[in-house]
């Protein structure tokens, strides 16, 4: 299994998610339906990208930095 850090460009802003998966296709399957229940409305979706992958094991995790404003 693999942690993936996955970038999504929506038509207003940019989304992050964390996925774990078995392999890279696995993991931009279900890219959309997690989009589609986190929004009330389902946003236009521009691009998604694999930012990161790594192996699961204890203490793995990501940094998602926010926007100042």
């Not at 993991?27 to 790594?54: G, Q, T, W, Y």
């Amino acid at each position: 299994m693999f942690l993936y850090k996955i970038e999504v460009e929506l038509a207003d802003k940019m989304a992050y998610l964390i996925i774990l998966a078995e392999t890279d296709e696995k993991a931009f399957d279900v890219v959309e339906s997690h989009i589609e229940r986190h929004f009330i409305k389902k946003p236009e979706i521009r691009s998604i990208a694999l930012v990161e992958k790594k192996r699961t094991e204890a203490g793995n995790g990501y940094v998602i930095e926010g926007a100042f404003h």
